[in-house]
């Protein structure tokens, strides 16, 4: 006899049921109306808060579930490389990080951008 196992969903997993659920025009809006609220609570409050770190997970779980809609959950990671990797730039040309940190956060990056 054959056992079958039951293995709880991941997060992804249910950020991905979301994504397919809602139509692409539904999440764009819904992202939209997301970015107004962290923008809102950026602008009104001088230090974090729950509700700050709620709407910056509501931006982040949209922009997700639209990447997983455009089937671009890679140009995520190679974007967020990408931009890591840029500002990591500035910091050395500023004299914020040494070569040496330079040259260590910067091995391993992939990036279409350029």
Not at 3 to 21: A, G, H, M, N, W
Request: hydrophobic share 40%; net charge negative; glycine share 2%.
């Amino acid at each position: 006899m054959i056992e079958i196992e039951y293995v709880e969903p991941t997060l992804i997993d249910k950020i991905r049921l979301i994504s397919e659920k809602y139509s692409k025009k539904h999440q764009w809006v819904k992202a939209i109306e997301e970015v107004h609220e962290l923008l809102r609570e950026l602008i009104l409050t001088s230090e974090p808060s729950e509700n700050l770190w709620l709407e910056m997970v509501d931006v982040a779980v949209m922009s997700i579930q639209i990447a997983m809609q455009h089937n671009a959950m890679d140009k995520l990671g190679i974007g967020m490389e990408y931009k890591v990797s840029r500002q990591l730039k500035r910091m050395l040309e500023e004299g914020v990080i040494t070569t040496e940190e330079y040259e260590k956060y910067q091995s391993n990056t992939r990036h279409q951008f350029d």
